[in-house]
């Protein structure tokens, strides 16, 4: 796995914790780690060449859903989906809206 797919692995493992966590304070620190994880990619982008969204979505859902944290899912019962609900130009963009991201990948999900 090359560096720019784990970067972006990275923030929207943050985002899914975020959106999968029915604890305030803790999904309040993972949209906080996200916010940092992605203010990262936005001064310093990966080249689109370099990765495929979907597959970093894939591997972020992986990373954010695991047996240590399936305690502390209780927001929703979620699947979701198989493609990533956000492109790379809009998680790079200044102001990107990680509260509303969130809610999106709620949205996004099918529920249970």
Do not use: H, Y
């Amino acid at each position: 796995m090359n560096a720019s797919v784990e970067r972006v692995r990275d923030a929207l493992a943050e985002l899914i914790k975020a959106a999968l966590i029915s604890d305030d304070g803790k999904s309040l620190a993972c949209r906080e780690a996200g916010r940092e994880k992605l203010a990262a990619l936005a001064s310093d982008p990966p080249q689109a060449e370099n990765l495929r969204m979907d597959g970093a979505w894939m591997l972020a859902i992986q990373q954010a859903e695991t047996p240590e944290l399936a305690a502390e899912e209780g927001q929703v019962n979620l699947t979701l989906p198989r493609a990533c609900p956000f492109s790379l130009d809009e998680i790079v963009t200044p102001g990107f809206d990680v509260d509303l991201a969130v809610d999106r990948i709620r949205k996004s999900a099918s529920t249970g």
